[in-house]
């Protein structure tokens, strides 16, 4: 009897341990689930909001363009692609895309510190083509003419126009960040010595001050950039592409040496003839002359100008105004 009793016990405890691991599992398994989902790779690469990109924008809120984005809405979704722009499954930065024009209308990210990168093969989004194409950036066909963006053939034997980033590769230092940047829809049609001049310049200026300022209070570098085109009237390259009128550029960061925002404003026309400098103007005066709010947050609307610290070792050089 007592043998009996023994076996039964036993018996009973192993099945109390089986419901207990069931229970467990079916516990576990939404967190499991969860664990699984944060690590898989995004597969979406050109969103249909702003807001499944807003990791680039500071405080996650995109800047406001008169008739195309508008408090994170987009007025013409047929026209305006977001791109979250992916290279190897990472998200780099994001772009807002005219597929009528076939030029960016803005590109911006999260400043994390710059080199002098390499070039890299020029690139497409294959989604704008076909919806169900790579989430990544490939490589662009010669042999294409893409129908909603630039290809390389649109830019071939050109001695004018240069492939204008907007976001610029010295603007990141790991390669695959670096690499992301050549993607044609980063880049617009700009007139070679307005590139490789005054806005070549204010690049250097610009990245100056946020390798050197653009500090927070644990010594990490931070800080945000949007830099986008307004097309232009002339005749398109290759009768394809637009000819942006003008191009700019603004940052906002917090300085932890300074106790306080930093945020300004560049822009120019796209032409070979101006000023050696495009001058450093405030977010205020972008907003009145080109009705651009970079930075819709009040923190860098009353942020100090750049201005001020151009006087400044770390910067004085690559900074000039005249």
């Not at 050109?46 to 807003?54: L, P, Y």
């Not at 013409?76 to 030029?103: P, S």
């Amino acid at each position: 009897m007592n043998l009996l009793q023994g076996h039964f016990a036993g018996f009973h405890r192993s099945l109390e341990g089986s419901l207990m691991i069931s229970l467990m599992m079916q516990h576990l398994l939404p967190l499991t689930t969860l664990l699984l989902l944060s690590i898989v790779p995004t597969e979406t690469a050109v969103v249909a909001s702003v807001a499944q990109c807003n990791e680039s924008f500071l405080e996650k809120t995109p800047p406001n363009i008169p008739d195309i984005l508008e408090g994170g809405n987009i007025k013409d979704q047929n026209r305006y692609k977001v791109i979250c722009q992916t290279l190897t499954d990472i998200r780099r930065f994001v772009t807002l895309y005219d597929t009528k024009n076939r030029i960016p209308v803005f590109s911006a990210a999260e400043y994390r510190g710059g080199g002098e990168g390499k070039g890299s093969r020029w690139k497409i989004e294959p989604q704008l083509e076909n919806q169900t194409g790579d989430a990544n950036m490939t490589p662009a066909d010669k042999k294409i003419t893409y129908d909603h963006q630039a290809g390389t053939n649109d830019y071939a034997k050109q001695t004018e126009f240069d492939r204008g980033h907007l976001f610029p590769s010295s603007y990141r230092s790991e390669e695959g960040d670096i690499n992301s940047t050549y993607t044609l829809t980063n880049a617009v049609p700009q007139r070679r010595r307005f590139n490789n001049g005054r806005w070549n310049l204010m690049e250097r200026c610009v990245k100056c001050i946020l390798d050197n300022y653009c500090i927070k209070n644990n010594n990490q570098r931070e800080g945000f950039v949007v830099i986008g085109a307004q097309p232009g009237n002339e005749n398109p390259l290759n009768q394809r592409i637009n000819i942006p009128s003008v191009l700019w550029s603004a940052f906002c960061c917090y300085s932890q040496s300074k106790e306080s925002w930093l945020a300004s404003a560049h822009w120019g026309e796209n032409t070979d003839d101006g000023p050696k400098y495009l001058q450093t103007k405030t977010l205020a005066e972008l907003h009145t002359k080109l009705k651009i709010e970079a930075f819709p947050g009040p923190q860098c609307r009353n942020g100090k100008s750049a201005t001020e610290l151009y006087s400044e070792s770390p910067c004085k050089a690559q900074c000039r105004q005249k």
